[in-house]
């Protein structure tokens, strides 16, 4: 048998099968829905209530929710583009349309605590007249639907990046809406007309961190790079390990929607014969030390020591 410089590649996934499902929305998809009805809801109460009390502080948290219900808009927009399967143009589909989401969710609620916090410091000095019964009826309204919104959510968060994107939306409404409720409360006990920005810089603290975070995710996902969980260069070990493979290189791992690993790498097997790679042996091997590691979808190329020139070969993680 004459032997050549090709290799042979092999692609492998048990998670891939979306026929059948494209007519159904998943249950994160209706929460979404559920939750942007929720929103726009409470956006109309407090946008009314707001002006009819004169509470800067129900307007300002109209325009939050009216920024949210956008979010959310847009999240479930992704998640319904998010079931369109594969195609010859979307060879992978459309999941990363979610991670786009996530990215603009996270910007636009960090964006939201930093204007939280200024505004806060321009009511430290200029408190004004509030009907504080009203503010606390339509901030216990709010309370109510923005408590069913986030119970919706919670079950989902952890189906996607943009499920928990909308999610930190939600919790930014529901804290925004205790805040109202605790402001108009000491107003009302105390008049100390303050209390709202005291609770305002404390909402702003609970909000940040996490949508920072959950924007760095989709950054590290859109940037491609390896998963926080994925350890490349055990992965590159492990795979040494199999019998009769030499070396590892090309390896990459990365996910398309920050829940799903997958790979591909180079295996130079150590074997004069071409019907071992063709038997599969090492391929079945390699996979499953992968799937040790979580990752279900992988494209393996294995080569001969033959195709050793042709390649920069790497031992070690770099």
């Known amino acids: 048998m004459s032997h050549d410089h090709g290799a042979i590649h092999h692609s492998h996934s048990h998670s891939h099968s979306q026929h059948g499902d494209h007519n159904h929305l998943p249950g994160s998809t209706k929460a979404l829905l559920w939750v942007l009805l929720f929103t726009a809801a ?10 009819l009390s004169g509470s800067l502080a129900l307007i300002s948290d109209a325009m939050h929710m009216l920024s949210d219900a956008t979010g959310l808009m847009l999240a479930a927009v992704a998640a319904v583009l998010a079931l369109r399967g594969a195609s010859a143009r979307a060879t992978f589909g459309y999941k990363r349309v979610e991670v786009f989401a996530a990215l603009v969710n996270g910007a636009a609620v960090s964006a939201i605590a930093v204007v939280i916090v200024w505004r806060a410091v321009v009511r430290l000095g200029q408190p004004g007249q509030v009907d504080t019964t009203m503010m606390l009826v ?66 702003a603290a609970l909000i940040l961190p996490r949508s920072l975070k959950l924007f760095a995710r989709a950054v590290r996902v859109l940037l491609e790079q390896a998963p926080e969980a994925a350890d490349t260069a055990a992965i590159n070990a492990s795979l040494l390990t199999i019998p009769q493979v030499t070396a590892v290189h090309d390896l990459h791992v990365w996910s398309l929607d920050g829940n799903e690993i997958l790979a591909t790498c180079h295996l130079v097997v150590d074997t004069p014969h071409a019907h071992v790679l063709a038997e599969c042996g090492v391929l079945d091997a390699a996979q499953q030390r992968l799937q040790e590691f979580g990752i279900r979808h992988s494209t393996i190329q294995l080569e001969t020591t033959h195709h050793l020139a042709h390649e920069q070969v790497c031992n070690h993680d770099s």
């Open 42 to 51: 409470v956006f109309l109460v407090e946008l009314v209530g707001g002006f």
């Open 138 to 203: 339509v901030g216990s309204i709010g309370l109510v639907a923005n408590a069913i919104g986030a119970g919706i959510l919670h079950g989902h968060r952890g189906e996607s990046m943009n499920v928990e994107g909308a999610f930190l939306h939600v919790l930014t409404d529901l804290l925004g809406s205790v805040a109202v409720i605790v402001a108009a409360v000491i107003m009302i006990t105390t008049g100390f007309m303050q209390a709202d920005s005291v609770a305002s810089f404390l909402i």
